[in-house]
């Protein structure tokens, strides 16, 4: 494996000119899109999703090793995790209708199941039989303890789901983490056209600007003792 060229260490004082080179990147690392050695490998392992509570009425974007995909939930219950583009026009899922049974493209009403089957092709001749010799691409995927993991490798090479000591702890509970909305001090200054400029918010006008960021509390999930107690 070919190792990046490090910048050196410096011995000079305000030798800043001798260190400007970026190190070269290690792309058998660092890429972990389709067909990179990196990407290939971490697709064996079930990978995190989303949190469970993040799939409500509608589609979300999920942006996961170097692939466009969308999540959501069916009326059903069952989640799907599916290429964002629909195969007919290419338009977004993400922009798509949940429905009864998967999730309907917004533009001519393509109806694809959670496993990619295509249920309904509306538009297309009543003898068409598109939907029976083909289908949109998909992951499977598992729900546990309010977090949804998939698996994104060959199909034949699934491996069971692994439940880890940190997931079970005996008297206590895993719980994902939940997103709230948090006081910012920077803003834009609404002094400025283009809100180019920010400028830092007096305490005392921070609540009428309702300056926020949407954030995830923690860093993902967490375990929380039960009140009963034990190990």
Request: charged share 25%; hydrophobic share 35%.
């Amino acid at each position: 494996m070919a190792t990046a060229t490090r910048a050196p260490f410096l011995n000079t004082r305000f030798g800043g000119y001798y260190h400007r080179d970026v190190p070269r990147e290690d792309a058998e690392l660092t890429h972990v899109g389709p067909g990179t050695p990196c990407g290939d490998y971490l697709r064996r392992f079930w990978q995190p999703v989303c949190f469970s509570d993040d799939l409500r009425d509608l589609p979300l974007r999920v942006p996961l090793l170097g692939e466009e995909l969308v999540a959501f939930r069916d009326f059903r219950g069952r989640v799907g995790l599916v290429e964002a583009h629909c195969p007919h026009r290419g338009t977004s899922l993400e922009f798509g209708l949940v429905s009864e049974r998967g999730i309907r493209c917004c533009y001519h009403g393509w109806l694809f199941d959670v496993d990619g089957t295509i249920l309904e092709t509306p538009g297309e001749p009543a003898a068409s039989t598109l939907k029976d010799r083909l289908c949109h691409g998909a992951y499977p995927v598992h729900e546990f303890n309010g977090i949804v993991f998939t698996y994104m490798g060959p199909p034949e090479q699934q491996p069971p789901f692994p439940t880890y000591d940190s997931f079970v702890r005996p008297g206590f509970r895993l719980i994902p983490g939940t997103e709230v909305l948090l006081p910012v001090q920077l803003a834009p200054d609404p002094r400025e056209r283009d809100g180019s400029r920010p400028h830092r918010v007096p305490a005392h006008h921070r609540d009428r600007l309702a300056v926020h960021r949407r954030v995830r509390q923690g860093a993902g999930a967490r375990l929380h003792r039960d009140a009963d107690g034990g190990a």
